[in-house]
Every structure is written in C-alpha cells, then in structure tokens.
T-cell receptor, first 113, second 112 residues
Framework: GQQLNQSPQSMFIQEGEDVSMNCTSS?????WLWYKQDPGEGPVLLIA?????ELTSNGRLTAQFGITRKDSFLNISASIPSDVGIYFC?????????????FGGGTRLMVKP | DGGITQSPKYLFRKEGQNVTLSCEQN?????MYWYRQDPGQGLRLIYY???????QKGDIAEGYSVSREKKESFPLTVTSAQKNPTAFYLC???????????FGPGTRLTVL
C-alpha cells in the first residue's frame, strides 16, 4: 500500500521555539491533512490542504501542500507546553478512493519547560 | 453538539471472549471507519463503511467484524480469533463533500 514517511519521529524543543515537521511519499497525493493527538484521546484535525502549493494557517500553525504533490510540512511557531502531543500527517493518494487516508507514523513533540 | 462518541473509554476482557466496541455519530456522515493504534505507532485501518448496509475490509481486518445497520452507528466486534487484541481503537467518520475524517475519543481495550 501507500507509504507516508513522517519526520522527525520525535523532538524536544524549548518553549518559544519554532517547530517544523514533514511528510513525504513516493506517490502523488490529492489531499494532505494534519492531525494532533493528545495522550489517550482521538486525533483532532488541524489543517486540510487540497491544492498543490497551498499554504494554510491556523493560529500558530502553518502547513503547505508541496508543489510536487508528494510532500507536506507543518510548522508551529512560538511553541507552548500545550503543543505537546503526537502530530500525524495523512493523505489521500488518489481521487475517489472512498475517502481512504494513508497515515504517517507520527511526530511526538515534547516541550522542555 | 455534533460529534462522534465511542463507548466505553476503557474495556477489559478475558482472553477468548468476544467484545463489541460502540461508535455513534450525529454528523450525518455517510462514511465511517475503524482504526487500531498500538503504543508509539500510527493508525491502521480495520474496516470501513461508505454507506449503510455495506462495509469493506481494511488492512488488518482478520479477527474483527462490523455491521452498519444504521447510518449513525458502526459497531466493531473484536473476536477471539484476533491474536493480539489489546490496543487503542479509534472510530472516525467523513462526509461526502471532502476527505476530512473526524475521530471519536477512542476505546482502550485490554485483554487479560
């Protein structure tokens, strides 16, 4: 099946620092989604991207749909303790695939107090 | 409030017993999904349903069964045939207008 490579797998950052993570695929994707999962909870949708080159912000979060349609990145500016959690990318590899999504392995974000 | 509910939050069962996890949504979504998440891992698709009375196997369907008798409900049964059932189970739904899936709070199943 389709594979999404998400990196880094985990990261420690200092409060106030900016964070960047990305997802790459060997195949073209039509949709990129970014989710955040708190411990013991379900993932919450942060940002949805539908067009190549699209740059979308949600508060301190910014995500971009790569021009090649094979990658996406998520930036978090001025991190705070509540940013702790696991961030997942997800993509839909082709049109009308029954809304099936392929998920990355997640980036675990830990903030130093 | 619109959303997806899963119950119970925590479930304990003895090995060899079947157990059914509940998933209900009031978002009027046609499609519903079940995922399994193991510690430190991503999400793996168990089953999905795009319409009432129809469902398809995902990547790891062995040892699981589902039904979709109502649009709002998509229960998952973990059978005794599932060799390693202890995991966090997530239900999701999506509408026809987009690819965005919305998740429930999850059920943590522990088989003793």
């Amino acid at each position: 099946g389709q594979q999404l490579n998400q990196s880094p797998q985990s990261m420690f950052i200092q409060e106030g620092e900016d964070v960047s993570m990305n997802c790459t695929s060997s195949s073209i994707f039509n949709t990129w989604l970014w989710y955040k999962q708190d411990p013991g909870e379900g993932p919450v949708l942060l940002i949805a991207l539908y067009k190549a080159g699209e740059l979308t912000s949600n508060g301190r979060l910014t995500a971009q749909f790569g021009i090649t349609r094979k990658d996406s990145f998520l930036n978090i500016s001025a991190s705070i303790p509540s940013d702790v959690g696991i961030y997942f990318c997800a993509g839909q590899p082709r049109i009308n695939a029954g809304n099936m999504l392929t998920f990355g392995g997640g980036t675990r974000l830990m903030v130093k107090p | 409030d619109g959303g997806i509910t899963q119950s119970p939050k925590y479930l304990f069962r003895k090995e060899g017993q079947n157990v059914t996890l509940s998933c209900e949504q009031n978002l009027n979504h046609d499609a519903m999904y079940w995922y399994r998440q193991d510690p430190g891992q991503g999400l793996r698709l168990i089953y999905y349903s795009q319409i009432v009375n129809d469902f398809q196997k995902g990547d790891i369907a062995e040892g699981y069964s589902v039904s979709r008798e109502k649009k709002e409900s998509f229960p998952l049964t973990v059978t005794s045939a599932q060799k390693n059932p202890t995991a966090f189970y997530l239900c999701a739904s999506s509408g026809t207008s987009g690819n965005e899936q919305f998740f429930g709070p999850g059920t943590r199943l522990t088989v003793l």
